[in-house]
């Protein structure tokens, strides 16, 4: 049973560029959500989403950043018009449906802004 | 809100000495407590887990008692090996079991353990 898979593992990015984050879920998970690490800090949640719907975007900045986890495919986390400040990595987790506190982790998108 | 205090690292230890990271946490509620590690360059894996006061989690050596008079969960092993080298992190989540949760991190604490 494959992990959870994100790619790219490294992205550069400059200013004013768009960064895509794909995260595809452990199998049989139908929860996934998104963390931002910087450096030196530890994880802050951003968005939690099941199939089609965003539960959760309460960590999520409310411009230039969006995510979707649509039917077929892997969940997406956008960043519009890129800034230095969004350099950090990115982690994607996913859970069980009847045990949403197990989560699993991905091996993280570093975004380095120049 | 919730939060998560750890102590701050870097923690150098000798091989075979004993190893305890202290975390401490604020949460209404009953929350599940977590030990997550991450080695260079890879993503979280979770260590352990305790979801009600009192349980002990443990997992290859390593082990934590969920401490509700004092809100705490500190870390221990016995004996700590080169391969323990990693950045590990105390979390919680809202403890509401079979329901999705995000989780609250601690910043981290950074073990080195030398030969």
């Known amino acids: 049973n494959a992990g959870v898979m994100q790619n790219p593992r490294h992205l550069v990015r400059r200013r004013g560029q768009e960064a895509r984050l794909r995260c595809s879920p452990m199998?049989?998970?139908?929860?996934v959500y998104w963390y931002r690490q910087l450096p030196e800090e530890g994880l802050k949640f951003m968005v939690y989403l099941q199939k089609e719907n965003i539960i959760d975007e309460s960590g999520m900045p409310k411009e230039r950043f969006s995510a979707e986890f649509p039917k077929e495919g892997p969940s997406i986390l956008r960043i519009q018009q890129v800034v230095r400040g969004d350099s950090a990595a990115y982690f994607c987790a996913s859970s069980p449906l009847d045990r949403g506190y197990e989560q699993y982790f991905g091996p993280g998108t570093r975004l380095t802004v120049t | 809100g919730n939060s998560v205090t750890q102590m701050e690292g870097p923690v150098t230890l000798s091989e075979e000495a004993f190893l305890t990271i202290n975390c401490t946490y604020t949460?209404?509620?009953?929350?599940?407590l977590f030990w997550y590690v991450q080695y260079p360059g890879e993503g979280l894996q979770l260590l352990l887990k305790a979801t009600k006061a009192d349980d002990k989690g443990s997992n290859k050596g390593f082990e934590a008692t969920y401490r509700k008079e004092t809100t705490s969960f500190h870390l221990e092993k016995g004996s700590v090996q080169v391969s323990d080298s990693a950045v590990y992190f105390c979390?919680?989540?809202?403890?509401?079991?079979?329901?999705?949760?995000?989780?609250?991190f601690g910043t981290g604490t950074r073990l080195q353990v030398t030969l």
């Open positions: 199998k049989g998970h139908s929860h």
């Open positions: 949460a209404t509620g009953y929350p599940s």
């Open positions: 979390a919680l989540d809202r403890g509401a079991t079979g329901t999705a949760s995000k989780l609250t």
